[in-house]
């Protein structure tokens, strides 16, 4: 076979990566046809993709295109593509709990990624995944924070997660990897009050670690090239979330915005010793809010998950970028803030 050879590769145990046999011979670039082991023993033919170090094989007999995401597992496949846009280390490992909290790659079967988007993973939203087929739940916030010493039905989270082991349902949360990777929701709620980043002067995090790249971290620090009337400001929130309401705390005297402090979800940690003529969040406890209103300055409240749930429409679409055609992704519709306002 000239310019051609035969290798053999074995699956790694992480269900990711293939390991080129020892005993394998010739030169992988112009390598044609290969055994690999452990996937149903075929035959594929393989060529090198756009991305290094990723291959397209082609399936000998039955003659079908695959790439080694479509032969993974769903849930493996979309822990890749998620640690790939918000890697994990990002996430705040000091409280939170990010990862494929529920794995049932034992348990699934091979198809493609069937994914159901949500902020939180509800009772009402176990059921719609299973309603839909859906084969991963990618949970914004993590809906298993502490060690479990039993599950039991009688627990209502626990009983969603029996619910979603036994239909074979995968559940990975990203939350704080979101909140610090670049173009995470951080990203999106700067980018929402700006004209698109049009208006923005200086643009940076709050919180960072000291070892992620530039523009990762926690909540962020807006300055403003052109001031904004807050009555402006509440009309761009609003719009950009989707609100009627929002609860504004604001200085007796006019105040005109040039500074603005995020943060996705509760600001209240990460706005310690920030000075920011105003600080949009999604909570605040009373004091917070009394001594911001106390030193002159402002806050827009707008609810937890509220500030959290319009990025789904991102996250869904850089997933549809990195899982392919194949993957069918959709947005929880019975995903919703426990607060209504009557
Ligand atoms: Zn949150």
């Known amino acids: 076979m000239a310019g051609k050879s035969v290798l053999a590769f074995k699956k790694l145990r992480d269900n990711r990566h293939y390991e080129r046999l020892a005993t ?94 949500t902020v939180d993973l509800t009772s009402s939203v176990a059921h719609e995944a299973i309603a839909n087929g859906n084969n991963v739940i990618v949970a914004y916030h993590p809906f298993i924070f502490r060690g479990i010493k039993s599950i039991t039905p009688q627990d209502p989270q626990q009983r969603s997660l029996l619910k979603l082991v036994s239909n074979h349902i995968s559940v990975y949360s990203p939350h704080t990897a979101v909140d610090a990777a670049r173009g995470g929701v951080n990203d999106w709620l700067a980018m929402g009050i700006t004209d698109n980043g049009a208006n923005i002067g200086e643009f940076k995090p709050i919180s960072v670690k000291g070892s992620e790249p530039e523009g990762v971290g926690m909540g962020r620090k807006v300055l403003l090239k052109e001031p904004l009337t807050l009555s402006d400001l509440v009309g761009k929130v609003k719009a950009l979330l989707d609100l009627d309401t929002i609860q504004v705390v604001r200085p007796d005297a006019d105040v005109l915005i040039k500074s603005i402090a995020l943060c996705a979800g509760s600001g209240g940690s990460v706005f310690q010793g920030v000075d920011a003529d105003v600080y949009f969040t999604g909570e605040l406890g009373h004091h917070e809010m009394l001594h911001i209103r106390e030193s002159g300055k402002c806050a827009l409240v707008c609810g937890h998950s509220n500030t959290e749930r319009g990025y789904l429409a991102v996250m869904k679409e850089l997933l549809e970028k990195e899982l392919g055609p194949e993957a069918e992704i959709t947005i929880a519709k019975t995903d919703v803030d426990p607060i209504c306002y009557v």
Not at 70 to 81: E, G, L, N, Y
Request: aromatic fraction near 6%; charge should be negative.
């Open 24 to 117: 394998a011979t010739g030169d992988i670039g112009n390598l044609d046809m290969l055994s690999l082991e452990s996937v149903s023993h075929c035959l594929f033919k393989l060529s090198r993709s756009d991305h290094p170090g990723i291959f397209v094989m082609t399936n000998i007999r039955t003659g079908a295109p695959r790439n080694l995401a479509s032969i993974m597992k769903p849930a493996q496949a979309v822990r890749k593509a998620i640690e790939k846009l918000y890697p994990k280390e990002y996430a705040d490992s000091s409280w939170d709990n990010t990862g494929l909290l529920v794995d049932c790659s034992e348990l699934a079967e091979q198809r493609a990624p069937s994914v159901l988007l």
